[in-house]
């Protein structure tokens, strides 16, 4: 029987700080079937160098200009030999060397899954952590509404992409949230949930970008057939109109009271309870 075998991209510019991290937590994996690709935006720091240093356990490495993430992304799924592709971030890392055979045999288990993903855990500057769990499959739509399902936490299989396409690279924050908005709506496509913490995922980058992200989350959103439907619509205004009854610091939105220099129902979020409500709209 033919192992299943996983491709890994990392796509990455600039990224000497960070790189060797998240390149270590690949080729450190105790599954073997894994091909890893990197693909470079022609960087101009001490990332080639790294790219040099782990050259021969490098798969495939590609260092050229391109229009954006997406665009990288969508090169390297051109390069994609395995049965399923996966995508870490240059900042991000896999939280330990059993996470891809841990993934493999959980797929073992469920072979009709074209889609699996799982939990992420998030890191802020100071290093402080905490896990963001995913939603049940049933309730992505729902998460997708006002939050984002994360693709340092999915494996889709070959077929995802031939069946719904690759990213549009228009967008420049939001292209992995449309996309899992047609694997949402794609009823053809099985998806799984793996309770298991996948990758660490650290808060900033493109996606953080709050303004850009809602910007272009609400016009994937309003493209979306599916989100057009009586159901959907009615959905959407009372999931807007609890957040702003009770913002809550979600979106940063916060309801100021009597004095306008204080935010009462921010200051009394923690971090980690700002950073959750931010999570479920950036991608």
């Known amino acids: ?6 491709t890994i991209i990392t796509i990455c510019k600039n990224a000497q700080s960070t790189l060797e991290k998240a390149i270590e937590s690949v080729l450190y994996q105790n599954y073997k079937h894994i091909q890893y690709i990197v693909i470079d935006g022609k960087s101009s720091d001490e990332t080639p160098a790294i790219l040099e240093k782990y050259s021969e356990r490098i798969a495939k490495i590609i260092s050229e200009e391109d229009s954006g993430i997406y665009s990288a992304m969508n090169k390297g799924i051109r390069y994609a030999e395995g049965d399923y592709i996966y995508f870490l971030n240059s900042d991000d890392f896999l939280v330990d060397e059993h996470v891809i055979s841990d993934v493999a045999n ?32 049933s309730q992505i739509l729902r998460t997708l509404v006002s939050g984002a399902m994360h693709h340092q936490a999915t494996f889709a299989h070959q077929r995802v992409f031939e069946e719904v396409g690759v990213f549009k690279e228009k ?13 949402a709506s794609e009823e053809s496509l099985s998806k799984a949930y793996y309770d298991r913490v996948i990758a660490s995922y650290f808060v900033g980058g493109q996606s953080s970008n709050l303004t850009l992200a809602l910007q272009e989350m609400f016009e994937a959103q309003n493209n979306a057939a599916i989100y057009q439907t009586n159901h959907w619509l009615s959905k959407r205004i009372r999931i807007y109109q609890e957040i702003i009854k009770e913002p809550q610091g ?22 980690f309870q700002k950073i959750k409500r931010k999570l479920r709209s950036i991608f």
């Open 250 to 271: 979600f979106w940063d939105l916060v309801r100021i009271k009597e004095e306008p220099n204080e935010i009462p129902g921010l200051a009394k979020l923690s971090f």
């Open 106 to 137: 959980f797929i073992t288990r469920h072979p009709n899954s074209d889609i699996v993903y799982g939990n992420l855990e998030i890191r802020d500057i100071n290093d402080d952590r905490q896990v963001l769990a995913s939603p049940e499959p």
């Open 171 to 183: 967008y420049k924050s939001a292209g992995d949230y449309e996309w899992w908005i047609r694997v």
């Open 1 to 6: 029987m033919k192992e299943l075998s996983i």
